[in-house]
Structure formats: C-alpha cells, structure tokens
C-alpha cells in the first residue's frame, strides 16, 4: 500500500508557476503508474496529468498540455507537477493518485494523497 504526501500548493497570480510534489511511501513506488488529479470547487474531480513507473511515458489532459510537466525520481519516492503560465481556471485541489494502469481516467487511479490546494489570481 503506498501512501502519498501532496505539498507545493499556494496562492498565486495569473501567469506564474509553482512546482507540486508528491512524497511516497511503500517499496512498490517506481513499479507505479502516478498521476495527477484535480478538483474544483462544484466539479468533478479530472485528470491532470500521468507519468509510467520508469518515467518513459507522460499524458496530459488537453486543458494543460504545455503548460504543466509531471516527473519523478524514483530515487527519492517523489512525483512532481511543474506548472507554468498558470489561469485562474487551474484553480482546484491536486491530488497525486497510484494508477492501476497507465490511464488517463480518474477511475483507474487509487490510493489518493489529502490534496493540496492551488489557487491562481486573475
């Protein structure tokens, strides 16, 4: 059972950046398919982003490709979320998720980290 540990989140303007990091606990963490997910308020929770065990195979969601980057180093059980050029619109809780397989629907992912908020100004 792997146990996830979200931080990096905050309030910040329209256009800026902030990096997010998930902590892991459990042996099986570079075996693992990691994803990020998000939650606004009055809305569903969507996928973000999802990065394969080796790190060899990211996805995105269309609302960030370009503008966000998901990595890992299995050395230190962590998986980031780069944001950059960040909109108000990317306002939500993120939560960092164990998949079941290499998906991009939120279903398949398990084992959710509390979340850690992002708040962007316009």
């Known amino acids: 059972q792997v146990q996830l540990v979200e931080s990096g989140g905050g309030l910040v303007q329209a256009g800026g950046s902030l990096r997010l990091s998930c902590a892991a606990s459990?042996?099986?963490?570079?075996?693992?398919?990691m994803g990020w997910l998000r939650q606004a308020p009055g809305k569903e929770r969507e996928f973000v982003a999802v990065i394969s065990g080796s790190g060899g195979m990211t996805s995105y969601a269309d609302s960030v490709k370009g503008r966000f980057t998901i990595s890992r180093d299995n050395a230190e059980n962590t998986v980031y979320l780069q944001m950059k050029s960040l909109k108000p619109e990317d306002t939500a809780v993120y939560y960092c998720?164990?998949?079941?397989?290499?998906?991009?629907?939120?279903?398949?992912?398990?084992?959710w980290g509390q979340g850690t908020q992002v708040t962007v100004s316009s």
């Open positions: 459990g042996r099986a963490f570079s075996r693992s398919v």
């Open positions: 998720a164990v998949g079941v397989l290499y998906s991009m629907r939120p279903i398949d992912f398990v084992s």
